[in-house]
């Protein structure tokens, strides 16, 4: 709670800890008992769920590959470069899962990520590197607290297989050090002087940017919710991690000079009200209109979406 | 974390040890920034079986010994890069950050050509712990390979080699 927070917090300390506290998917013994715990109902149940998390994490990986060229130090940078790995890591070990649940198809091969999810691609592919830092590095955090904080403990409520819960213990840990960072990068942010988070603000206001938002990460966010609650998650968890967004940031004392961070967290707001008139008007029948646009147009997208493994070891 | 504590067990080959080797039937990981890798990797990739770079950092490369000043070599080597690499996310890991990287191009024509090979893989991800049978990076995943070569930068890592 102190106001020199930016001043004092300690990033090489934290790259430190990122190294020390590697995990490897070869640590992990994907055969052990356990597996038996995910019936048939649960597998079925799941699979969808488990496709949508490893596009997410893939995707969220890719989010990290472009704050990486925005750091705004070469430390920042080098956690970024982890944190890029990191949610990599997340992605196929979750794929490990499911090929120990037998939800991957004979050959192994990553399920189609959906329309959303390849709209996501396409936008990080064309503009990711381009958005200015301010922006990716609100967003984040706010996919970061969702995805860490009802998903993830949705999965684990469901899924009573040891292994699964080992990963996720990995996962977790991980995840706790990408919030922790992401909120200190917002507070180094805000703490940057005026003129120039009004600058990056207004290039945030630029039509791809508010396009993006509206095509793209409006119905994402969405459809997953809309998947999740049908699958019978309280709707109270995911509202629970949403307003965890805005309780972290309001602890920082120069976070809330962000402009970038009073949007989503209005956004986020609207999105956990389901009787909000953000949903009637713009983001359901945003998920109907999506669902309507034809992948191909969409062109190949670039080679990182096929660097998802789930093999722990390759030769 | 336990497995960290045990070394490589393959050829390991520091520095410039790597050179007049011949590297017929291996597979091989080079560990090296850009620039160093440029040297080693076209020479590897000629005998050996499999290359894997672990390239963390890239530098900028000039095809030939042209006399330009900074100013002009830094966009005739990305103007190279984007005749030469094809592919936009090898292209981007092959890019530089213009704000932290203060290296000069330097003068090669061969590494792009090496790494598009078949059998030649780039890798971005940090590796954080050689292991018995190969290494660990950050991905999650163990990399299995015959002989490892460290440049002269990732040879005085003491994190690697401890």
Redesign the interface.
């Not at chain 1, 506290?21 to 640590?27: N, R």
């Not at chain 1, 093999?311 to 030769?315: L, T």
């Given at each position: 709670m102190t106001t020199a927070t930016e001043a004092t917090y300690d990033f090489d300390a934290m790259l430190q800890t990122i190294?020390d506290?590697?995990?490897?998917?070869?640590?992990i013994d994907w055969d052990a008992p356990g597996a038996e715990l995910v019936t048939d109902e649960v597998r079925a149940k799941m699979k969808p769920f488990m496709a949508d998390l490893v596009w997410i994490e893939h995707v969220g990986a890719r989010g990290f590959a472009s704050l990486a060229?925005k750091a705004p130090t070469?430390t920042i940078?080098r956690i970024y470069?982890?944190f890029h790995?990191?949610e990599?890591?997340h992605a196929?070990?979750e794929l490990a899962l499911m090929k120990r649940w037998g939800m991957l198809d004979e050959d192994g091969n990553p399920p189609e990520p959906n329309i959303n999810v390849k709209l996501a691609i396409k936008v990080l592919?064309d503009f990711g590197?381009t958005l200015p830092l301010t922006g990716l590095a609100t967003l984040i955090p706010l996919l970061e607290c969702a995805l860490d904080g009802a998903l993830v403990k949705f999965l684990l409520d469901e899924v009573h297989d040891p292994v699964c819960h080992e990963v996720f213990r990995h996962i977790n840990s991980d995840e706790a050090r990408h919030i922790t960072v992401d909120f200190q990068v917002l507070e180094l942010i805000g703490a940057g002087p005026l003129h120039k988070l009004l600058i990056e603000s207004l290039a945030l206001l630029s039509p791809q940017v508010v396009i993006g938002l509206i095509v793209v990460f409006t119905p994402l966010i969405n459809k997953m919710r809309d998947n999740i609650v049908a699958m019978g998650l309280p709707e109270q968890k995911l509202y629970n991690a949403v307003k965890r967004f805005a309780t972290i940031g309001s602890r920082g004392a120069h976070t809330s000079r962000i402009p970038a961070y009073h949007v989503l967290k209005a956004q986020a707001a609207m999105i956990i009200d389901r009787s909000s008139p953000y949903h009637r008007l713009l983001a359901d029948p945003m998920v109907k209109l999506t669902s309507f646009v034809p992948a191909k147009v969409l062109g190949r997208p670039?080679?990182?979406v096929d660097?998802l493994?789930h093999?722990?070891?390759?030769? | 974390m336990t497995a960290t504590t045990t070394r490589y067990d393959g050829e390991l080959l520091r520095g410039a040890q790597w050179r007049g080797r011949a590297f017929t039937g291996l597979s091989v990981a080079v560990i090296a920034p850009g620039r160093e890798a440029a040297v080693i990797v076209p020479e590897v990739v000629r005998t050996a079986r499999a290359v894997k770079v672990f390239q963390e950092e890239p530098d900028w490369l000039l095809p030939l010994p042209l006399p330009l000043p900074r100013a002009l070599a830094v966009p005739a080597a990305r103007l190279s890069l984007r005749l030469r690499v094809r592919d936009p996310w090898t292209r981007r890991r092959l890019t530089p950050d213009a704000r932290f990287n203060r290296h000069r191009p330097r003068v090669d024509g061969r590494y792009y050509a090496a790494l598009q090979e078949p059998h030649c893989t780039l890798i971005s991800w940090p590796v954080y712990a050689l292991v018995p049978g190969g290494l660990r990076s950050a991905e999650g995943i163990e990399h299995r390979v015959d002989c490892i070569i460290l440049g002269t930068t990732a040879a005085h890592r003491e994190d690697l080699l401890a």
């Open positions: 190294k506290k590697q995990w490897s998917l070869a640590d060229k070469p940078k470069e982890y790995a990191e990599q890591k196929n070990a592919d590197d670039q080679a990182w660097e493994t093999e722990p070891v390759a030769s | -």
